[in-house]
């Protein structure tokens, strides 16, 4: 049979055992919710990099277009002469 002082020993360390758990899972929880926010704007930023980076891409694509073009006219007029 328990004693009296024994189960308050005993209830004492249940609710100190609970404590400690009810407080790590609120940890878990908050940080999962940090971490997916987190991960959403890192996805984001990413995708707007990307998005910038295919429209340098493409002036760049355009711009030396343009050149190629304004060499060969060069190139035309030089030997035109």
Known sequence: M?????????EAA???????VLGIVALWKTN???MSQRIAHAERKL???ESQHKEATD????LSERVGN???HYQ???GSK
Do not use: D, R, W
């Not at 328990?2 to 005993?10: A, L, N």
């Not at 249940?14 to 400690?20: N, T």
């Not at 002036?59 to 355009?62: K, V």
């Open 2 to 10: 328990i004693k009296p002082m024994e189960s308050s020993f005993f």
């Open 14 to 20: 249940y609710a100190i055992v609970a404590g400690l």
């Open 32 to 34: 999962h919710a940090t």
């Open 47 to 49: 995708a707007e990099c």
């Open 59 to 62: 002036q760049l694509i355009e």
């Open 70 to 72: 304004l060499e060969a």
């Open 76 to 78: 035309m007029q030089k």
